[in-house]
C-alpha cells in the first residue's frame, strides 16, 4: 500500500515569496492532516480536513497561510507571504473515517525562508 | 487549551543504559499515543493506550497509561543506538474531532 506522498522535500525561498505544497494521502482516508513542525519540537496541528470540508483550523495563520482539498483527495498548503518563522517542516498525514484511528504520515516538506 | 508535557525534553546515555521518558497533562485524554520519528521522516505510531493503568510492552519498550488518563510514560530497556530518534506523545482532544494533539517531543541520543 502506497503511503501519503508529499512534495517537494525541499525548498528555500526568500522572505515574503510565495511556496507551495502537495499531498496525496493514501487511497480511501478521508480524513487529511496539515501539521506544522519546527526542528526539535512536536508537530502543530494546522488544519484537518474530513472529505472536503475543514474539521479545525483553529491554529491556521489564516493571513498567510491556505489550504485546500481538491475533491477530497490531494491538498495543497500555500504560504503567502513567507515570513522566517515560517522555516519548519510541513507534515502532511491521513485517516480512515472514525475517531482514534492510526494516522499515517508522509515524509514532510523542508522549507527554509532565507 | 489541553496540553502535553513531555520530560525531559534531550536525553543522552550509552548503548545498555535504561531510561523513562514522561508525558503529563493537566487533562484528561480518551487515549495517548507514542511515536517515533527520525531525521529526515514524519513520526510512525508505535502504540495507542486506552485504558487508565494500561501497560503495553514492544519488545525492550514498556508503555504505561496512568490511573487517571492523565499521563503516560515510556520506559526503553538496554537502551541500542538504533533507538536514537524523536519521541514524541500524542492525544486526541475532547472534542472528538479527531484533531490530535502532539508534546513537544523527548529527543533521545544513544550512543555505542
Known amino acids: 500500500e502506497a503511503g501519503v506522498a508529499q512534495s517537494p522535500r525541499y525548498k528555500i525561498i526568500e522572505k515574503r515569496q510565495s511556496v507551495a505544497f502537495w499531498c496525496n494521502p493514501i487511497?480511501?482516508?478521508?480524513?487529511l492532516y496539515w501539521y506544522q513542525q519546527i526542528l526539535g519540537q512536536g508537530p502543530k496541528l494546522l488544519i484537518q480536513?474530513?472529505?472536503?470540508?475543514?474539521?479545525?483550523d483553529s491554529q491556521l495563520p489564516k493571513d498567510r497561510f491556505s489550504a485546500e482539498r481538491l475533491k477530497g483527495v490531494d491538498s495543497t498548503l500555500k504560504i503567502q507571504p513567507a515570513k522566517l518563522e515560517d522555516s519548519a517542516v510541513y507534515l502532511c498525514?491521513?485517516?480512515?473515517?472514525?475517531?482514534?484511528?492510526?494516522?499515517?504520515f508522509g515524509e514532510g516538506s523542508w522549507l527554509t525562508v532565507v | 487549551t489541553q496540553l502535553l508535557e513531555q520530560s525531559p525534553q534531550f536525553l543522552s546515555i550509552q548503548e545498555g543504559e535504561n531510561l523513562t521518558v514522561y508525558c503529563n497533562s493537566s487533562?484528561?485524554?480518551?487515549?495517548l499515543q507514542w511515536y517515533r520519528q527520525e531525521p529526515g521522516e514524519g513520526p510512525v505510531l508505535l502504540v495507542t493506550?486506552?485504558?487508565?493503568?494500561e501497560v503495553k510492552k514492544l519488545k525492550r519498550l514498556t508503555f504505561q497509561f496512568g490511573d487517571a488518563r492523565k499521563d503516560s510514560s515510556l520506559h526503553i530497556t538496554a537502551a541500542q543506538p538504533g533507538d536514537t530518534g524523536l519521541y514524541l506523545c500524542?492525544?486526541?482532544?475532547?472534542?472528538?474531532?479527531?484533531?490530535?494533539?502532539f508534546g513537544q517531543g523527548t529527543t533521545l541520543q544513544v550512543k555505542p
Open positions: 498525514a491521513s485517516s480512515p473515517v472514525g475517531f482514534g484511528n492510526t494516522i499515517y
Open positions: 487511497s480511501g482516508h478521508a480524513t
Open positions: 480536513f474530513q472529505n472536503n470540508g475543514v474539521v479545525d
Open positions: 487533562s484528561v485524554f480518551s487515549s
Open positions: 493506550v486506552v485504558t487508565g493503568g
Open positions: 500524542a492525544g486526541y482532544s475532547s472534542s472528538n474531532t479527531g484533531k490530535l494533539i
